[in-house]
């Protein structure tokens, strides 16, 4: 069954939810990659939470004039101007008052939000309009979505993707530096209300699929997922694309088998299941690689340790070190010395003699200032220089 | 309108939304003023799972096995935050965002897999609360006040809610001194040899105190709005910290009872049937008291100065 849903063999309306789930989460990711590189990653908590007044205005008037109260496409441009008006709350409460953005962002989320649902309770009591079904807007689903639900959903999942590949420079420069992308002589104000406008529109567009409380989710996660891989911007945008895309269409999939798995939950948990897959085995950024290093800084450092005790005559009674050094052959079992071991703990004596020279000569003090007591000194000094400081080891060694 | 009809359907739901509004507001001043205000949405979408999980295992609804739930949730949430942001380096708004969404989503995940349906736990009502239906049915009128037979019979919402605002209080008033320095000058409050992480903590634990007592009664929605809009307002009219927890407790009771009322009577006097959500009545209020001070407080611009003064 559920490969079934994997390799879309479960009808025709499932496989196009599938893949406008799809085509929204690779838009999403990429659109929220902006977001949180600009630090502006709950701004989209506000948007989202603000299109439910707007949603249920949309259905009020649409019954009002005596059409279908659940039009998608009206109730998305309800959902919309109502996402608008309180984006422009956030940036006027932050720019004309003295409160801060996150106060703001939290005040019209939870004032519009409030205020949809009484809006949604005032629908409840109408007569008229058939608003069952209007609460999946809440969480999402896409049980029962038309063939044109659809195809608005995955449409407008294309075109965003095309706006954000088309504004991907303008909105990298003011992501990271506001100040240096206004003296490039980028229109600063007009590349913000672009990149809020996308976030808006993928809202919108994924109030069907997600839900107004989880769409957020998808413009974080796969941005923040996507930041453990790699360090460039053009690629932490392709790879939040890649995994909104996979997160969309793997829990659409999913929540198509069976009827008690809510679309938008599903959708959100696989995108936190690849967010914690990055977390962990993300090359360089992740936590097994961050292990891995500590791992092996640490046993040089107990090697080196080990090697200079060798030198002086000194024992070893410390574990780690023991273990190291036998399996790397530089000492036997019961400790004492191989001819390797002899030979390395030499080099490593002389080593550290030299260092000890060249940080108390302050004409060494640039390559001083990388001494770990474990990068070899070859490492940081040309021969020459080696030359050079042998000769002032040499008396001080000889006397 | 204040008869005995009052007292039986309105007195209870209105004194639990004013103890949570209050309750509510007070930690939210000092979460404003130190850029955390959007800890009380995180702590709002988080404790869904904690009391679906609690309900699974205890197989009951009872308040205290789903206090507990809340509040390991909360805890859960903080401490992934916290790991999310060390352990990865994301900066904290967007790790706070990872995980609330996450954690809801857990939560309505369980919600729709458990068989919940022949209790009251639903996603709408974990959202809208149940402020309406808290009435005290053993009143007969004003006099039941000094009943004891009758008052067994208030819904504990309000006792619980209350011992919550009690607490609240006496914490903000036992460490009010700390509090304040800590939250202005964390670096002087730190020579001065105050714990200041440890003062942060226990901010934040009783903030979620009174947003899982709250929760129960009243609903996300209030939650998150009460612990913004009203300190929010209050920072428009005043400088001083005194004056505007005092000003922030009285919008919170403004928009606690004007909300209500509103959301019960303003209905029926426009002519219809039905009354509207009062949880979203209250937030409804409490950002119009808001906008209303953003453009006429005295305080409400970022240099400090009186914009009115002439």
């Known amino acids: ?399 | 309108m204040m008869g005995e009809e009052f007292v039986v359907l309105s007195l209870a739901p209105m004194l639990i939304g004013i103890f949570a509004a209050v309750a509510c507001a007070i930690p939210g001043n000092f979460l404003l003023l130190r850029r955390q205000a959007l800890i009380g949405d995180a702590i709002s979408h988080v404790v869904l799972p904690g009391i679906v999980v609690a309900f699974l295992v205890t197989g009951v609804v009872s308040a205290w096995p789903m206090m507990l739930g809340a509040g390991g949730a909360s805890l859960v949430a903080v401490g992934l935050i916290e790991a999310i942001r060390r352990l990865g380096g994301i900066e904290p708004g967007a790790a706070m965002g990872v995980v609330f969404t996450a954690m809801f989503a857990g939560g309505v995940l369980l919600l729709e897999q458990s068989d919940t349906s022949s209790v009251h736990l639903d996603v709408e009502h974990a959202l809208y609360g149940n402020l309406e239906s808290l009435i005290w049915l053993d009143a007969q009128g004003w006099a039941s006040l000094w009943d004891i037979g009758a008052l067994r019979g208030l819904p504990p919402e309000l006792s619980r809610m209350a011992l919550t605002l009690v607490l609240v209080i006496a914490l903000t008033w036992v460490f009010w001194r700390p509090l304040k320095l800590s939250t202005f000058d964390e670096g002087f409050a730190r020579t001065m040899g105050l714990p200041v992480s440890l003062i942060g903590l226990g901010l934040v634990v009783v903030a979620a105190i009174a947003a899982v007592a709250a929760f129960d009664a009243v609903g996300s929605i209030i939650v998150i709005a009460m612990f913004i809009c009203p300190p929010a307002a209050a920072r428009m009219v005043t400088n001083g910290l005194e004056a505007q927890v005092a000003w922030s407790v009285g919008f919170a009771v403004v928009s606690a009872v004007l909300g209500y009322v509103l959301a019960g009577y303003g209905p029926l006097w426009l002519g219809f049937d039905d009354a509207v959500s009062a949880a979203g009545m209250i937030a409804t209020v409490s950002g119009a008291i808001l906008g209303l001070a953003a453009a006429f407080g005295p305080c409400s611009h970022r240099s400090g100065a009186s914009a009115s003064a002439s």
């Open chain 1, 1 to 399: 069954m559920v490969w079934d849903a994997l390799t879309l063999q479960l009808g025709y309306n499932a496989t196009l939810v599938t893949l406008g789930a799809a085509l929204l989460g690779m838009a999403a990711g990429a659109t929220g990659t902006f977001l949180f590189l600009g630090k502006r990653a709950l701004v989209s908590d506000a948007i989202s939470h603000a299109t439910l007044p707007g949603v249920a205005l949309a259905f009020v008037a649409m019954v009002a004039l005596g059409g279908d109260g659940r039009a998608l496409p009206g109730l998305l441009a309800g959902s919309a101007l109502s996402a608008a008006v309180g984006l422009l709350c956030v940036s006027a409460l932050t720019n004309r008052t003295r409160l801060s953005e996150d106060a703001a962002i939290g005040a019209v989320l939870s004032v519009f939000f409030g205020f949809g649902i009484v809006l949604l309770t005032v629908i409840q009591s109408m007569s008229s309009g058939r608003q069952a079904g209007l609460e999946s807007f809440l969480l999402g689903s896409t049980a029962g979505m038309l063939r044109q639900d659809a195809v608005v959903i995955a449409s407008g999942g294309a075109i965003v993707l095309l706006l954000v590949a088309a504004l991907r420079r303008p909105m990298t420069m003011v992501a990271f530096d506001r100040v240096f992308a206004a003296s490039l002589g980028v229109n600063v104000p007009r590349v913000e209300l672009a990149m809020m406008g996308l976030a808006l529109a993928i809202t919108v567009v994924g109030l069907k699929v997600v839900g107004l409380i989880l769409i957020v989710a998808l413009l974080i996660i796969p941005a923040v997922a996507a930041r453990f891989w790699t360090d460039r911007v053009g690629r932490v945008v392709i790879l939040a694309g890649v995994i909104g895309g996979l997160s969309g269409y793997a829990g659409a999939a999913f929540s198509a088998t069976a009827p008690a798995l809510p679309t938008g939950p599903i959708i959100v948990l696989v995108s936190f299941a690849l967010f914690t897959l990055s977390l962990f085995a993300a090359p360089n950024r992740g936590v097994l690689a961050a292990v891995l290093k500590h791992q092996r800084f640490r046993a040089r450092v107990h090697e080196r340790q080990g090697l200079l005790a060798l030198a002086q005559g000194q024992p070893i009674y410390e574990g780690l070190t023991l273990r190291l050094m036998q399996r790397r052959g530089l000492i036997r079992a019961d400790g004492v010395a191989t001819e390797l071991g002899q030979a390395q703990a030499a080099q490593a004596l002389r080593d550290e003699r030299r260092w000890q020279v060249l940080r108390s000569n302050p004409a060494y003090e640039e390559a001083a200032a990388s001494y770990d007591g474990l990068t070899p000194l070859d490492d940081v000094l040309t021969p020459d220089q080696l030359g050079a400081l042998d000769r002032e080891l040499r008396p001080k060694g000889v006397s």
